[in-house]
Every structure is written in C-alpha cells, then in structure tokens.
C-alpha cells in the first residue's frame, strides 16, 4: 500500500468480526489489533500494567478506558502499527473511546469504520450452536464438531457451551452492544467514514464484500491527498 491503513471493524457478536479481521489483515499487510488478546497478553507479560489488568480482572470489574486507552496508545507506537496502520477489533466501543483514538492519532485519522450489518435473529441462532472447548477456547458448532464426542481435536479438553453462549444472555449482550455502538455508528456516518456491509452469507462471500468496498474507500482516499 502506498501508505499505511487505519482501519477499524465494528459488529455484533457472533457477526464474524474476528474472522473478517483476520482477512483485512492479511490482505492489505496490516495488523490485526483486538482488544481482547491485547488484555490477555498484557496479564501474561506480567508488566505492571498486565498486573493492573489482571487485578481488575480477578476483581470481576469492567476494564476501564484508560487501561484501554493506555494500552492501544502503546501499541500504536510499535513499528508495525507506526509503519503500516492497523485494523482494530472490538475498539472503539463508545463516543468517548473514539474521542481519545482520534486525539491519539493526530494528526493522521482514521481511514475506513467497517460496520459488519446482521440480523439479531441470525446471531443469537449462529451463537446458540456454538461450543467452545473448556480447557483451550478453541470454538466449534453443532453443525462443525470435533472429531470425537465433543473432545478438543487441539488439546483433548472438554467441549461445552459456555453459560454466556445461553440465548438469553446473548440477547442480552447484543441489546446492551446495539445501544452502546448505535452513537458510535452515527459519530463514523456524519464524519463520511461508515462502511456497512452485508454479513450473511458465507465468510468468503462477506470477505468478499468488505475488502471491495476497503479497496474503494483506500483508492479514493490515497487519489485525495
């Protein structure tokens, strides 16, 4: 790419996000930035901010935004971000966290805000097979199960649904997601920078639609500056 990327992936749970993350991330030689395996290293680092992470963790508190902010200002000084831009996955999620990612980019901004669009219905049913193995998180569904009687091909673990996978808990969540995310979705519309994307239908074909459309918005922002 002629200059770096700044991309960021915005979608219910159980919309493909990661999957769709991971697609971006490799075809246009970004990195994949995800909050959550940013939280998990950081308590496996051990440095004094992974302790506080941990801390909060063990607490059964909220991680607190300047925790996050804390830790995505330090990611994106890393080379690799510096350099070539990113994909965020699962950040920002409020007006205030991309308030603060704005102010932490300057005076570059962000390129693109995917908004992977799915029917309520379709998720909580996709969620509902869902089987996640207990010792590894490796996931798997009812219509792709392992090999041996719900027995983690990875690591031999049990495979089980997890009580947040219930259809009542995850009605719950994406409830609590469509009001927390819908001013975020109006923010990145008025500022010209909404991408919404259809995402039924097989990852290939979803990958398929999101990188023509990043291709779109890249080549005519790059024909801009």
Do not use: N
Not at 197 to 222: F, K, N, Q, W, Y
């Amino acid at each position: 790419m002629d200059r770096p990327a700044r991309l960021i992936v915005l979608g219910k749970q159980g919309s493909g996000k990661g999957t769709q993350c991971v697609r971006i991330s490799q075809h246009f030689k970004v990195p994949h930035i995800s909050t959550g395996d940013m939280l998990r290293a950081a308590v496996k680092s051990g440095t004094p901010l992974g302790e506080k992470v941990q801390r909060t963790m063990e607490a059964g508190e909220l991680i607190s935004d300047e925790i996050i902010l804390e830790m995505i200002a330090a990611r994106l000084r890393e080379p690799d971000a510096a350099t070539h831009g990113f994909v965020f996955d699962g950040f920002p999620r409020t007006v205030g966290q991309a308030d603060r990612l704005d102010a932490a980019l300057l005076p570059a901004s962000i390129d693109v805000v995917v908004s992977l669009e799915i029917p309520t219905a379709v998720v909580v049913a996709r969620i509902a097979q869902r089987r996640t193995c207990a010792s590894c998180g490796r996931v798997y569904s009812l219509a792709v199960p392992p090999e041996l009687d719900w027995i983690c091909d990875t690591c031999h673990g049990e495979v089980v649904q997890r009580e947040d996978d219930s259809e009542e808990a995850v009605t719950r969540r994406l409830a609590l997601y469509d009001a927390q995310t819908a001013p975020l979705i109006a923010r990145y519309r008025a500022a010209g920078k909404l991408a919404a994307i259809e995402a039924t239908g097989t990852v290939e074909e979803v990958a398929g639609r999101v990188i023509s459309c990043l291709e779109d918005h890249l080549g005519a922002a790059r024909s801009d500056t």
